[in-house]
């Protein structure tokens, strides 16, 4: 749904007439985006991807047949045999779709969407799935009712994903929405690994930034988006441990650090000596990355990345 926030913001301005298309329920399709959704208009315009496209001309004529007064409507889409593999799909399948009107989306959803930040929307229909209500949830929140305390249990997954329920409290469904911040990489060091790491990590549609400097290291680790992880592949003690402290201290969900045990014992030493707690220094993954056999360079880089996903897939260290 990121892809979606520029044409959103743009959209709400215009005070067009439009409505957001994600999946409320589905069964099928194969491997898919799980944060898909589609910005679709009554004019026939359609901007995002839902399922490569196939039911976008059958939610503009549903979009178009909402009623006066609705503020939503739940349609049913269903494709199958050789229209399902024209489109591209792995196999066919069905879906209930919710057209919420853009106006009734919170700003504050486009807006934290807009500078990478992770955060979930809670909407809730009334029974006749007519009209429905967005909040917006963030990580880390505390309180709220159980749908909320849902959204910020899937967030801590550091997984996209979408929850359908109904109860909570109301007569309808609750439409569950998580979209966590993609891993931002910081990368300490240079050299040909450093290179594949950041490769491998833009191919998984992370933010990474490569860097020998400490201050600008500990600036990125404090942006403050909760997804910053550190790779140190440095073994300059002016840079490692420093750098190593500030992400062990700020919290940082994946901390790994490349060494011999000669390397691993010097930093861990310096850290006591900073005065990090052990228990904050046994959270370094050293030897790092995943056991993957991996052989070469590139091998490394994709064990390393599957660690990182590993960690904060798995809620933390």
């Known amino acids: 749904m990121r892809e979606l926030v ?27 985006e799980p944060g898909g959704a589609v910005l679709v208009d009554p004019r026939g315009t359609c901007v995002g991807s839902l399922y490569r496209g196939v039911f976008d001309a059958e939610l503009v004529t549903e979009a178009a047949a909402v009623p006066a007064g609705d503020s939503a409507r739940v349609c049913s889409v269903s494709v199958h045999g050789g229209e399902a593999e024209a489109a591209g799909l792995t196999c066919g399948g069905q ?28 909407s809730r229909l009334d029974e006749a799935g007519t009209h429905v209500v967005s909040t917006v949830v963030r ?5 709220g009712s159980a749908a909320e305390q849902r959204a910020v249990e899937l967030l801590g997954q550091h997984r996209a994903g979408r929850d359908a329920r ?37 191919l998984l549609g992370w933010d990474v930034v490569t860097t020998t400097d400490a201050a600008e290291a500990a600036k990125s680790l404090g942006a403050g988006r909760g997804s910053e992880c550190l790779v140190m592949l440095s073994h300059d003690p002016e840079f490692d441990v420093p750098t190593l402290r500030t992400a062990l201290a700020g919290g940082t969900p994946y901390v790994g650090a490349l060494g011999s045990r000669k390397t ?24 790092i990355g995943l056991d993957l056999g991996a052989r070469n360079p590139a091998e490394t880089a994709m064990a390393i990345c599957a660690e990182i996903l590993s960690t904060l897939t798995a809620g933390g260290a």
């Open 6 to 32: 520029e044409t959103a913001r743009q959209w709400a301005g215009e005070g067009r007439e439009a409505y957001v298309a994600r999946p409320v329920t589905e069964q099928g399709f194969g491997p898919r």
């Open 95 to 122: 879906a209930e779709i919710l057209l919420q009107p853009l106006a009734s989306v919170p700003a504050q959803w486009w807006e934290l969407l807009g500078r990478g930040a992770g955060a979930a929307l809670v």
């Open 139 to 143: 990580p880390g929140q505390s309180g």
């Open 166 to 202: 109904c109860g909570d409290g109301d007569q309808g469904l609750v439409l569950i929405e998580a979209l966590p911040a993609d891993p931002y990489l910081v990368i300490g060091g240079g050299g040909e690994l450093a290179v594949l790491i950041e490769r491998q990590a833009r």
């Open 264 to 287: 691993q014992a010097r930093r861990r030493e310096g850290l006591l000596a900073a005065e990090v707690p052990e228990e904050q220094v046994g959270r370094i993954h050293g030897p």
